[in-house]
C-alpha cells in the first residue's frame, strides 16, 4: 500500500511530527535497588552514558534500547480511572524510573530528549506492561496500563537529574 500522503500533505506531516515546542518537567525519580522490590523515590541521580541509573539493580547491556524507563505524569490518573480509582497511581507502583509532566512522551518516540543541563536520552521505543502490573495493581491492571506504560530510552549523555528539571526536545 503507498504512503497515504501525497505531495505538500506529505511535507506537511512531516513538519507537524517535528514541531514539539512544549517543554516538560521531570516530576519523579524512582529507582529498584533490589530486584522485585518496590521502587524508592529520590530527588536526584546519576545516568551513566550508555550503561544504567546508579542505584538501581538493573545492569542493561551497553548499547541497549532500555537503559531507563519513563512515563507520562497524567497518564497515572488515566490507569487510576481505569481501575476505578479516585486518585492518580503512585509512580512506585508501575516500576518506571521517570515521570515527566506537561510533555506528550509518545511524541518523542526515535527522537532525543534533554533532562537538566547534561542528560540526553535516545527515546527508542514504548514500554509495554508486564504481567507484574497484574500483582501490583490487581485485576484488570494489564490492561489499564495498555497504551500508558511510558517509553523506553538509551542514555546518549549521562549526568545528574533532580526533580524538578526542564525535559525539552533535542531533536
Known amino acids: 500500500m503507498p504512503f497515504p500522503f501525497f505531495g505538500d500533505d506529505k511535507s506537511t506531516v512531516a513538519r507537524l511530527l517535528a514541531t514539539l515546542p512544549q517543554t516538560g518537567t521531570l516530576d519523579w525519580i524512582g529507582q529498584r535497588p533490589v530486584r522485585r522490590e518496590p521502587l524508592v523515590s529520590v530527588p536526584e541521580a546519576?545516568?551513566?552514558?550508555?550503561?544504567?541509573?546508579?542505584?538501581?539493580?538493573?545492569?542493561?547491556?551497553?548499547?541497549?534500547?532500555?537503559?531507563?524507563?519513563l512515563i507520562q505524569q497524567e497518564h497515572l490518573a488515566a490507569v487510576a480511572g481505569y481501575l476505578g480509582l479516585d486518585a492518580p497511581l503512585d509512580p512506585a507502583r508501575l516500576r518506571r524510573n521517570l515521570?515527566?509532566?506537561?510533555?506528550?512522551?509518545?511524541?518523542?518516540?526515535?527522537?532525543?530528549?534533554?533532562?537538566?543541563?547534561?542528560?540526553?536520552?535516545?527515546?527508542?521505543g514504548e514500554c509495554h506492561p508486564c504481567s507484574r502490573m497484574e500483582e501490583e495493581l490487581g485485576p484488570g491492571g494489564y490492561n489499564a496500563m495498555r497504551?500508558?506504560?511510558?517509553?523506553?530510552?538509551?542514555?546518549?549523555?549521562?549526568?545528574?537529574?533532580?526533580?524538578?528539571?526542564?525535559v525539552r526536545v533535542v531533536s
Do not use: C, F, W, Y
Not at 148 to 166: C, N, P, S
Open 99 to 124: 515521570v515527566v509532566r506537561g510533555l506528550n512522551l509518545l511524541a518523542l518516540k526515535n527522537r532525543q530528549i534533554r533532562i537538566g543541563e547534561d542528560v540526553i536520552l535516545d527515546i527508542t
Open 46 to 69: 546519576e545516568l551513566k552514558t550508555d550503561s544504567h541509573m546508579l542505584g538501581d539493580h538493573a545492569r542493561p547491556k551497553t548499547g541497549g534500547k532500555r537503559q531507563v524507563t
Open 147 to 166: 497504551g500508558h506504560g511510558g517509553l523506553t530510552a538509551h542514555i546518549a549523555q549521562g549526568g545528574i537529574i533532580r526533580v524538578g528539571d526542564v
